[in-house]
């Protein structure tokens, strides 16, 4: 009997760590109009010409010290295991296929796999919470730009995001229980971050995103597909249910790229202003991530453990990501049958 495809599709990360497989992703990574959203002659010179040649050897340093020797990059790993469980829990009905943006495997190979099984249709799941042209979106216009070339083309569906998935936020709270929450001085939500002119190229009005006082504190018609609206609306919800105050946590965003504003505030700075007013140990969720990745592993533990060391804190401490756990395979599974 024919079955039914999905597509899992993470961002991507490179083969190894080595200075010549980082350059290779991220100059596929970052020539995507999507990610660096500036005309194409610009983008060459400063991908090609600056970044990438400057970045590559220092990211490859990054991706040396979190990779495992067994098992490789985290994100893969996570992925993989993703897609086992699903596979499994979904059973013959489906045929699943993982896929990655950026390197391998591709999407292309993952789309010939489920077009030569005949498959009736194809759920197309991008594997970030929150919806962003950089992330989602080049998923999203990979997929359709491949199949659009095909003879027969199935049925697709594409799910735009599951910020507010109530399996996904209880997932979040059931690993931050083991750290006992209530005896750190401080939550944080740390997102990654996103140039301020794609939050504005979203607002179909130009006159709300980041123009409003306080655009993004709720989610409404106008924003509803907003990342840091999105973003807000995953913390609020992970926050509620664990019971937190609002003066308990605060909202912030990660790993920026180049000169220009980036959605605010910046996690470096409130790590700074927390460490000045005295807190000593901070929890941190990054609930942009299905699973642990560079982002998460050394930029959040490493990186900002360091800063905030030194600067007076004691610890910082990562709620690990949604990885494999089981409640995860939940939602996605839920996602796919009651799609
Ligand atoms: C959560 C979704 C993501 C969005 C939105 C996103 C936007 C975005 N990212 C960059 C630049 C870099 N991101 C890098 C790593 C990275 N980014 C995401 C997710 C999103 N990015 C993940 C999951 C990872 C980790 C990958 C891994 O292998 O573990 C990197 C590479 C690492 C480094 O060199 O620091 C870059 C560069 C931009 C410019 C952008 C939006 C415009
Ligand atoms: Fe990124
Ligand atoms: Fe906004």
Known sequence: MAKKGV??????????????????????????????????ALRTVLVKGIIVP?????????YKAIWDDQTGSPLK?????????????????????????????SI????????????????????????????????????????????????????????????????FVDNAAKY??????????????????QLKKCDHTQNYCLKVDGCCNTLNDT??????AQSHDTARLIANKMGLSREQYTVCFQSRLGNDPWVKPYTSEIIAELAKEGKKRLLVFCPAFVADCLETVYEVTTEYGDEFKALGGEHVQLVESLNDSPKFIDALEKMVREN
């Open 180 to 197: 006992q929450p209530e005896t750190f001085d401080h939550i944080l939500f740390s997102f990654h971050g996103l140039p301020q002119r």
């Open 7 to 40: 597509l899992l599709v993470n961002l991507g990360t490179p083969d190894s760590p080595a200075t010549a497989d980082v350059r290779k992703y991220l100059d596929e990574f970052l020539m995507d109009p999507r990610v660096i959203d500036v005309n194409a």
């Open 54 to 62: 400057f970045r590559a050897p220092k990211s490859a340093k990054l």
């Open 108 to 171: 292309e190979s993952a789309l010939k796999k489920l077009k030569e099984a005949l498959v009736t249709e194809i759920q197309v799941i991008a594997l970030f919470p929150q919806y962003a042209s950089a992330s989602t979106g080049s998923v999203h216009d990979k997929v359709m730009s491949l199949v659009k070339d095909w003879q027969t083309i199935p049925n697709i569906s594409f799910v735009n995001s599951f910020h507010d998935n109530e399996l996904m936020i209880e997932t």
């Open 223 to 228: 924003n509803k597909f907003c990342y840091s």
């Open 77 to 105: 790993h996570y992925s993989i295991l993703q897609h086992q469980a699903l596979q499994q829990r979904l059973g013959d009905e489906y045929m699943v296929e993982l896929a990655m943006r950026y390197q391998s495997p």
